[in-house]
Nanobody, 125 residues
């Protein structure tokens, strides 16, 4: 089984920055080349894809609303994925979830079967 745990959420004023971390673990985790992604869900809205990255980090994708402000990266030695969020806006307020696809598919075609519990990000104006 694979466990995915997010951290780094919090409250910040508009224009500020946060860095989210996603640590993956489990006996089977090291056997696969996981594609990882961040999703978010704001109150009253559906969950949306934010950013994704494949194992070798040569395939990344961002939703248009965060391009140029968010950066996804990973440290495979630490089984950790990061989401650096700069120039935050109130509309970025949401619960952010980390997810993993164990088959290492391309970001937009991945099947994210492992999910964390989420971390709250609140941006005030």
């Amino acid at each position: 089984q694979v466990q995915v745990v997010e951290s780094g959420g919090g409250s910040v004023q508009a224009g500020g920055s946060l860095r989210l971390s996603c640590a993956a673990s489990g006996r089977t985790f090291s056997r696969y080349t996981y594609t990882m992604a961040w999703f978010r869900q704001a109150p009253g809205k559906e969950r949306e894809f934010v950013a994704g990255i494949n194992w070798s980090a040569d395939n990344t994708y961002y939703v248009d609303s965060v391009k140029g402000r968010f950066t996804i990266s990973r440290d495979n030695a630490r089984n950790t994925v990061y989401l650096q969020m700069n120039s935050l806006k109130p509309e970025d307020t949401a619960v952010y979830y980390c997810a993993a696809d164990p088959l290492g598919r391309a970001v937009l075609h991945a099947d994210y079967v492992y999910w964390g519990q989420g971390t709250q990000v609140t941006v005030s104006s």
